[in-house]
């Protein structure tokens, strides 16, 4: 049975992915809160420590990383040091420091988002970091191919995200329907492709 690591399992997409996956595949779940592996992406010695106690496995998937969407003119450079941290080189390390952990054949997929091609007012660190991700990814895939595939998803909004948000779920897609696409990249992605996850 292939052994996953799922980081951000404990989330909206993340448990999503982790339902849908249940009974295929040994899922080791990681999450700053609620799961079996406790990690903080912005720390490298973290996520080292979850490495090692994963071990070998054969697939990795991040849904986690947080950064900050505000105005421009309200951000401070400590709203650029967090978002660079986390979701940027939350996922840079994640692949620099796991690669030898995932099995011949495996993958790795990140998190981007579409903010990253269709940047709004207020996004400009969220587009920067998505864009970044994706950047890295493209290069990466280079460096590491063909033994582990690196990809990613670029989620748009998700309908259950917008229903908190008091917006017509409507306008984004599913969570379920977010996690099949992060599945299939998982599973048969080509290295260094983007998959788009939007309505």
Known sequence: MPRILIIGASGLIG??????????????????????????ISDPASLGALLDAVGRVDGMVCVAGMVRFKRWNRIEDEDWAFSLANKLMGQVNLVRQGVSHV???????????????????????????????EGFVRAAALELGPRVRINAVSPGWVAETLQLMRQDPAQGLAAAQVAQVYIGQLKNGAASSIATASH
């Open 15 to 40: 448990s999503q992915i982790c339902a849908q996956l249940a009974g295929q595949d040994e899922l080791l779940k990681a999450s700053r809160h609620d799961a079996s592996y406790p990690v903080d």
């Open 103 to 133: 099995n011949d054949g495996g993958a790795i997929t990140l998190s981007s988002g579409l903010l990253a091609q269709y940047p709004v007012a207020g996004s400009s660190i969220v587009s920067t970091v998505n864009a970044a991700i």
